[in-house]
């Protein structure tokens, strides 16, 4: 293989490694600060009332949108905000316990994929980060950049190829069956290059094969 061949391979991979580390979606931007949800089937409910451990527990949200609660029977809980619902629930229990107090936590039930040690679905509150999400999951199995991005997924298309660890699971607004994923670690995210550079790289690499190619014709 001639000389120039040989470049002309080199640029070929370079320019390979490039798309390979290009972003692949929109960076997610949003509010800086958690905003609360409303419960969806499969979500769950966190029920505290205090001196009272038997009534207290988590409630998965069934298909009909309710919650079957200890004493009181079952509650549709859709549509309900925290406190509302903290409030009707004081009151049902008022009727066997005296002065009641009842704390109430919606936690939404997100799916962690990918590069991580025990990937799964994990209840997690409007104030918890994509970073909490990743712990939960054990953290990344390979060896990618601790702290970088992960990535979005709904109906199995990519909706964000690049959600900072600091994002809060409340402002994400997350659907059924929407995945985080945490993205393969690569030689170029191990060693910190980002797609820009590489693309730099490869304009670089490429420009210089045909400048090879013109001085030695």
Not at 94 to 111: E, I
Not at 166 to 177: C, E, N, P, R, T
Request: net charge positive.
């Amino acid at each position: 293989m001639r000389p120039t061949r040989h470049l002309f391979a080199f640029a070929l991979l370079v320019n390979l490694a490039a798309c390979a580390s290009a972003p692949r979606g929109p960076a997610f931007s949003g509010a800086p600060l958690p905003r609360s949800f409303g419960l969806r089937a499969g979500d769950v409910m966190r029920v505290k009332v205090w001196r009272e451990p038997d009534l207290s527990g988590d409630y998965i949200v069934d298909e009909y949108g309710k919650v079957s609660l200890p004493v009181i029977g079952p509650r549709q809980v859709l549509g309900e905000s925290s406190e509302g619902l903290q409030k009707k629930l004081q009151d049902a229990y008022a009727a066997t316990l005296k002065d009641p107090s009842v704390q109430v936590t919606f936690l939404r039930r997100v799916a962690v994929q990918g590069d991580v040690r025990l990937p799964g679905l994990y209840p997690m509150d409007a104030t918890m980060t994509v970073g909490d999400a990743l712990a939960l999951a054990g953290g990344r199995a390979g060896p990618g950049i601790e702290g970088s991005s992960l990535e979005l997924w709904r109906d199995g298309s990519m909706l964000y190829g690049d959600v900072p660890t600091s994002v809060f699971i409340g402002q994400l607004d997350m659907k059924a069956g929407d995945e985080l994923r945490v993205p393969m670690g690569s030689w170029s995210r191990r060693n910190g290059i980002n797609g820009a550079i590489w693309i730099q790289i490869s304009l670089a690499v490429t420009l210089a094969a045909v400048q090879i190619i013109f001085l030695t014709r």
